[in-house]
């Protein structure tokens, strides 16, 4: 039974709220220092991306550069970013996506 004639609570509303805007805040937070790691050619080609999906590093393996075939390590490079922005939807989703759900769906923005 609702307490007030039927109306909710406001301030329980509010504490709720508050609640899951400091868990998103710290959600977020945790996101921004995280950072993943995708592969290509069985890791001849590393690329760490944060939590954001912002490109952080990129390495490359000496065996990879062939100056007759630079296409080749172009699209080492894209499939390894390519695979570091799919961990990271996969962070996203881990971190934000109990909260998106608690707020009554996806949040703008977010790839849920």
């Known amino acids: 039974m609702i307490p007030g004639g039927g109306q909710p609570d406001m301030q329980q509303l509010l504490q709720q709220a508050q609640k899951m805007q400091q868990d998103l805040a710290t959600a977020q937070q945790e996101l921004a220092e995280s950072s993943v790691e995708g592969t290509a050619g069985g890791g001849l080609v590393k690329a760490t991306v ?32 390519r695979d570091a922005n799919e961990a990271v939807q996969e962070l996203q989703q881990s971190k934000l996506g ?14 849920f």
Do not use: F, Y
């Not at 912002?54 to 390894?80: C, S």
């Not at 109990?98 to 707020?103: C, D, H, K």
């Open 50 to 81: 944060n939590g954001s999906g912002e490109l952080q590093g990129l390495v490359i393996d000496p065996k990879a550069v062939d100056p007759e075939d630079t296409e080749t390590l172009a699209d080492l490079v894209v499939a390894a970013v």
């Open 98 to 111: 109990p909260l998106a759900q608690g707020m009554g769906g996806g949040m703008p923005g977010l790839p």
